[in-house]
């Protein structure tokens, strides 16, 4: 009898505690960028929470905002960019930011350092082909600041290996990802960040729905303390989480991980800015870029695109 009672209790016990399952939507595979999440499941951080998050690796074009929008998973990774965008299509269900990763855009151009060039403008005003997404925002910012491009643009179709075999081939990346495989190939690269011309987008943006946040804003809370715990422990101590996404992601090695952990830490550790925050004086600047793009009808307000959540 008391067997069966222990067995109950048991039982019980699983069903009171039993962690909430939760999904997380990634926008490309596992890389360090996302090396705070992983952190914060390794760490039990999640799990400290009474949370048993799926964290959903993407790729090329994993469309996370929609996603979100549509109900289909209950975070996600996106830009800030996308979410005013967003905004101005779906009025019904709308995303909202709620941790920032990265405080300056990683977004770069790079090109060959033999071709000599002094800044982007140069890029874009000289002979040569440029590999960029013609569609991408801070693509209309930069033809919009620079005029019609003299440089060759063709689509952008990932990878490095065009860049590796033609001198006079420059393409869009991420700071912490095509410079170093260039180089480990044997390029010599000159990295321009848009971020200096003007375009800064919040990226590596946690985000989720209005609906969650009014009728879950503990779990909110909860997501966001275990996410917080997180970014601080990945970087003050990336090696766990970086061995454990370069079995996730076999395109980079380790030490391709290693060196872009460091890489990112200026991007996302500011002086005086609390981790994850976010100003709306950035988001009225963005919003107001993309209206004078035409990219948007209406020019939002900024504390409609974000939520600043005490957790």
Same mark, same amino acid.
């Given at each position: 009898?008391?067997?069966?009672?222990?067995?109950?209790?048991?039982?019980?016990?699983?069903?009171?505690?039993?962690?909430?399952?939760?999904?997380?939507?990634? *926008?490309?595979?596992?890389?360090?960028?996302?090396?705070?999440?992983?952190?914060?499941?390794? =760490?039990?951080?999640?799990?400290?929470?009474?949370? /048993?998050?799926?964290?959903?690796?993407?790729?090329?074009?994993?469309?996370?905002?929609?996603?979100?929008? *549509?109900? /289909?998973?209950? !975070?996600?990774?996106?830009?800030?960019?996308?979410?005013?965008? $967003?905004?101005?299509?779906?009025?019904?269900?709308?995303?909202?930011?709620?941790?920032?990763?990265?405080?300056?855009?990683?977004?770069?151009?790079?090109?060959?350092?033999?071709?000599?060039?002094?800044?982007? /403008?140069?890029?874009?005003?000289?002979?040569?082909?440029?590999?960029?997404?013609?569609?991408? %925002?801070?693509?209309? !910012?930069?033809?919009?600041? !620079?005029?019609?491009?003299?440089?060759?643009?063709?689509?952008?179709?990932?990878?490095?290996?065009?860049?590796? *075999?033609?001198?006079? !081939?420059?393409?869009?990346?991420?700071?912490?990802?095509? %410079?170093?495989?260039? =180089?480990?190939?044997?390029?010599?690269?000159?990295?321009?960040?848009?971020?200096?011309?003007?375009?800064? %987008?919040?990226?590596?943006?946690?985000?989720?729905?209005?609906?969650?946040?009014?009728? /879950?804003?503990?779990?909110?809370?909860?997501?966001?303390?275990?996410?917080?715990?997180?970014?601080?422990?990945?970087?003050?101590?990336?090696?766990?989480?970086?061995?454990?996404?370069?079995?996730?992601?076999? $395109?980079?090695?380790?030490?391709?991980?290693?060196?872009?952990?460091?890489?990112?830490?200026?991007?996302?550790?500011?002086?005086?800015?609390?981790?994850?925050?976010?100003? =709306?004086?950035?988001?009225?600047?963005?919003?107001?870029?993309?209206?004078?793009?035409?990219?948007?009808?209406?020019?939002?307000?900024?504390?409609?695109?974000? =939520?600043?959540?005490?957790?």
């Amino acid at each position: 009898m008391k067997n069966v009672i222990l067995v109950f209790v048991l039982l019980c016990s699983t069903q009171i505690f039993a962690a909430q399952t939760v999904s997380l939507a990634l *926008n490309w595979k596992a890389e360090p960028e996302f090396g705070g999440f992983y952190a914060a499941e390794l =760490e039990g951080y999640f799990a400290q929470q009474g949370l /048993k998050v799926d964290i959903i690796q993407g790729g090329s074009g994993t469309p996370t905002v929609q996603m979100l929008a *549509n109900k /289909k998973v209950d !975070f996600a990774i996106v830009s800030a960019d996308e979410i005013i965008l $967003s905004q101005d299509r779906n009025s019904k269900n709308k995303v909202k930011a709620l941790y920032a990763v990265y405080q300056t855009a990683p977004y770069i151009v790079m090109s060959h350092k033999e071709r000599g060039f002094k800044n982007l /403008k140069e890029v874009f005003t000289s002979d040569g082909v440029l590999s960029m997404q013609s569609g991408l %925002p801070y693509f209309q !910012f930069l033809v919009k600041k !620079f005029g019609k491009p003299k440089v060759k643009v063709v689509p952008y179709l990932g990878g490095v290996a065009n860049f590796i *075999n033609d001198k006079n !081939f420059s393409q869009q990346g991420f700071l912490t990802t095509e %410079p170093l495989s260039a =180089e480990k190939s044997g390029a010599k690269v000159q990295t321009f960040m848009i971020a200096d011309e003007g375009f800064n %987008p919040y990226l590596v943006v946690l985000a989720t729905t209005e609906d969650t946040l009014k009728n /879950k804003p503990d779990l909110v809370k909860k997501v966001l303390k275990a996410v917080d715990q997180g970014w601080k422990n990945y970087l003050s101590a990336p090696d766990k989480a970086n061995h454990y996404m370069a079995t996730l992601n076999k $395109s980079l090695n380790l030490e391709t991980f290693k060196s872009a952990a460091e890489i990112q830490k200026p991007l996302i550790v500011v002086k005086d800015v609390k981790l994850g925050s976010m100003m =709306e004086s950035r988001w009225d600047t963005l919003a107001s870029q993309l209206k004078d793009l035409g990219l948007i009808k209406i020019t939002p307000k900024a504390t409609d695109l974000f =939520e600043t959540v005490n957790y």
